[in-house]
């Protein structure tokens, strides 16, 4: 298997776009997790899926960040708009029923 | 809520043996959980407990106790390579939802 596979890698945008990121879990993992790297917050879990369902996104900072998990096989992030303080490490994270989470490479966001 | 604490830094020579604690509050608790971060790269995965004592994997050990809301991670036979970050997350109730700590950074010495 590939892994968990992440779009982009590198994504530098100004203030105001629209920014998507896009993750595809290993393959036959019911779990997936969307969390968000920074020096001064650490790893923060911001949302997790179950069969394609958000069970909790209360990590979620506020109303411009938004998620979808349409299939098994594809999830989105979206922030709109996108503002200097997004600007961190995005990973995305999958797991079946045991205990370890698979990392994807993550999606460095830069909004300038 | 939930909140984990560990040392920001720890300093070792190699092929000597280091321990990272990990001291968490948190309401249902169900595991603790090792990462390992490069600069750079993504968690991967060294340990879970779910129950009290130790767990080894190779030159990595974990142990939990959940009376003193307490884990570590022992790392032996140090190698240059182990430099990197060392996160301990709780899973809650359920075992799905993680917090993670904020990472102890190792530096391996020569």
Same mark, same amino acid.
């Given at each position: 298997?590939?892994?968990?596979?992440? #779009? +982009?890698?590198?994504?530098?945008?100004?203030?105001?776009?629209?920014?998507? =990121?896009?993750?595809?879990?290993? /393959?036959?993992?019911?779990? =997936?997790?969307?969390?968000?790297?920074?020096?001064?917050?650490?790893?923060?879990?911001?949302?997790?899926?179950?069969?394609?369902?958000?069970?909790?996104?209360?990590?979620? +900072?506020?109303?411009?960040?938004?998620?979808?998990?349409?299939?098994?096989?594809? #999830?989105?992030?979206?922030?709109?708009?996108?503002?200097?303080?997004?600007?961190?490490?995005?990973?995305?994270?999958?797991?079946?029923?045991?205990?370890?989470?698979?990392?994807?490479?993550?999606?460095?966001?830069?909004?300038? | 809520?939930?909140?984990?604490?560990?040392? /920001?830094?720890?300093?070792?020579?190699?092929?000597?043996?280091?321990?990272?604690?990990?001291?968490?509050?948190?309401?249902?608790?169900?595991?603790?959980?090792?990462?390992?971060?490069?600069?750079?790269?993504? +968690?991967?995965? =060294?340990?879970?407990?779910?129950?009290?004592?130790?767990?080894?994997?190779?030159?990595? #050990?974990?142990?939990?106790?959940? /009376?003193?809301?307490?884990?570590?991670?022992?790392?032996?036979?140090?190698?240059?390579?182990?430099?990197?970050?060392?996160?301990?997350?709780? #899973?809650?109730?359920?075992?799905?939802?993680?917090?993670?700590?904020?990472?102890?950074?190792?530096?391996?010495?020569?």
């Amino acid at each position: 298997d590939a892994g968990v596979i992440q #779009s +982009p890698r590198h994504e530098v945008t100004e203030m105001g776009q629209e920014v998507t =990121l896009r993750c595809k879990p290993i /393959s036959g993992h019911d779990y =997936l997790f969307w969390y968000r790297q920074t020096m001064m917050r650490g790893l923060e879990l911001l949302i997790y899926f179950n069969n394609n369902v958000p069970i909790d996104d209360s990590g979620m +900072p506020e109303d411009r960040f938004s998620a979808k998990m349409p299939n098994a096989s594809f #999830s989105t992030l979206k922030i709109q708009p996108s503002e200097p303080r997004d600007s961190a490490v995005y990973f995305c994270a999958s797991r079946s029923e045991g205990d370890e989470q698979f990392f994807g490479p993550g999606t460095r966001l830069t909004v300038l | 809520g939930q909140s984990l604490e560990q040392p /920001s830094e720890v300093t070792a020579v190699e092929g000597a043996i280091v321990q990272i604690n990990c001291t968490y509050q948190t309401s249902g608790f169900y595991g603790l959980s090792w990462y390992q971060q490069h600069d750079g790269g993504a +968690p991967t995965f =060294l340990s879970y407990n779910g129950l009290d004592g130790l767990e080894e994997t190779g030159r990595f #050990s974990s142990f939990l106790s959940r /009376s003193d809301s307490y884990g570590y991670l022992l790392l032996q036979e140090l190698q240059m390579k182990d430099s990197a970050s060392y996160f301990c997350a709780v #899973s809650g109730t359920g075992g799905f939802k993680t917090i993670f700590g904020a990472g102890t950074r190792l530096f391996v010495k020569a």
